[in-house]
Structures are given as C-alpha cells and as structure tokens.
C-alpha cells in the first residue's frame, strides 16, 4: 500500500465502469484523484452514459479510500472544458503526475454514420490526445510523470460491427509510442493497456447488440468470446485497474511506448 502517496492522478471517463476502478485503485495507494466525465448523453450512442450521479459515487468511493478528489463534468471532445476541469483540480490538489486517459464510447460498424465515425474518433483517439496534451506541461515540471492510455484489443483483433471503435483503439497505440519518444528526455513514461472481455455491464451491452447483429442470442456470443480466451474467461475490471496501478508506480519507470494486453490470452500480440 501507499506506492502512489503524496501524487495526484487525472483520470478521464472516471463516473463508472473502469474508470471509477482505476480511481479507486489508484486512491487505494495513495493518490489524490481529479476525476472528470461528460455525465451526458452522446446523440450517436444508444446505450445509456455516464450521469452525474455515478460520478458522485466515485467521489464517495475515493473519498471512503482517505484520499481527496476533485471531479468535473467535461467532455474529452471540449478543448477548454477539460483544461478548465484539470486547471481546477490542480487549484485544489496540485499538479498531476499521473495522467489516465480513459474515456471511450463504442458504436458503429461498417455502415456507420458520418456522425457515428466522427464522435467514436473524438472521444477515443482525439480525447485521448487532449487529455494528454492538457497534461504534459505539468508532468513536465515534475521529476517524473506517467501517462497511461486505454486502448482495447479490439483495435487488434477484429471484431464485426466495431469498425470506427477498432480504428481508434489501434491509433491509441500509434500516439502512445510517439508520445512516448517525444517525452522520454523529459522523464514522462507513455504505455497503452489493451483490455478485451472486460466483464462488467458495458461488456453485456456489447454483447447484446453484437448477438443482435449476427442473429445470435447473447449468451451464445459470450459462450464464443470466452472460449477463444486461453483461461476460458473475460477479465475484470480490476485486472486491468491493477495493471494501471503497476505502469503508474516506480515499478515501471523503465517502461515506455508500451502496449500490454489484459484479454485473459485472447490477444497475445
């Protein structure tokens, strides 16, 4: 306990789900939490998002781990929200050493919208990218920093009816490895993780509109999914939360540009 004692992390998407995971963890060892999310619907997104109560529960639940945070509703997509949103968390709780791009949505297939492209472009690969960016001047003028983005597998193994998720996700990798060059000689480390089969209620709606798609009952698809793993199971959140903890710890400070798969052996690559 205490590895992350005395740092601050920024964590985008941070209401529920994974991201409320990587908060909590993160608190767990000590660090101080500036949580943001859009807490709004997406006109392209079918399912339900984030709202403002399930960020107020990620405060609650941070707070309850000892730690302070600060959280704002802003949208990865809106350039001065999420810097205004970081500004205000750094006036509170100082500045960041540890930055958690987390935020994404998923819809579309090969027939997506113009709309459906643009918004799964903005919030995963660009959002990704602004978070980032906001970022880095503080992480410059500390000893050290780590960004860690949220990629998924999906950008490298296929999967139908996510065309516009999958280019995203894949392109997250490209930015990681860049970033990772371009910030190396100011001591900052820049790693992806690649979850897949993240079983939570995200995962169901995925599934769910998958089995739809390809005339398949959800839990056939699952059955399907799961057993191309090498365990025969999905991950968990906190997999993927605890593997976050270790790249943002002095554990991993001669690691960079990296992307590490959390898939249960799914993807190996």
């Not at 935020?103 to 472009?121: F, K, L, R």
């Not at 503080?138 to 296929?158: C, E, F």
């Not at 991950?235 to 991993?252: N, W």
Request: proline share 5%.
């Amino acid at each position: 306990m205490g590895k992350l004692e005395g740092q601050v992390a920024f964590i985008t998407g941070a209401a529920r789900g994974q991201g409320r995971s990587h908060a909590v963890r993160l608190a767990r060892e000590g660090a101080d939490i500036i949580a943001v999310d859009i807490c709004a619907q997406i006109s392209s997104v079918s399912y339900p998002m984030s709202t403002p109560a399930d960020l107020a529960q990620t405060v609650k639940e941070v707070e309850s781990e000892g730690r302070r945070i600060v959280a704002r509703q802003a949208d990865v997509r809106d350039v001065e929200g999420l810097r205004s949103a970081l500004e205000e968390g750094i006036a509170e709780l100082g500045v960041p050493q540890i930055v958690l791009a987390n935020a994404g949505i998923g819809v579309g297939g090969p027939n997506s919208s113009d709309q459906d492209w643009h918004d799964v472009i903005a919030v995963n690969l660009t959002g990704v990218f602004l978070a980032c960016r906001a970022a880095i001047p503080y992480l410059r003028a500390a000893p050290h920093g780590k960004i860690v983005n949220i990629g998924s597998a999906t950008g490298k193994r296929p999967l139908p009816n996510r065309t516009p998720y999958a280019a995203a996700k894949l392109g997250v990798v490209g930015l990681t490895r860049t970033l990772a060059h371009e910030l190396g000689p100011d001591n900052i480390s820049v790693n992806t993780i690649s979850p897949f089969l993240v079983d939570n209620a995200r995962l169901a709606t995925v599934i769910s509109t998958m089995a739809a798609a390809r005339g398949r009952t959800p839990a056939e698809l699952r059955d399907e999914l799961t057993a191309g793993t090498a365990f025969g199971r999905p991950v968990t959140e906190d997999d993927v939360a605890r593997l976050t903890l270790m790249l943002c710890s002095s554990a991993a400070d001669d690691l960079t540009g990296q992307d590490l798969n959390v898939t249960a052996g799914a993807v190996m690559y």
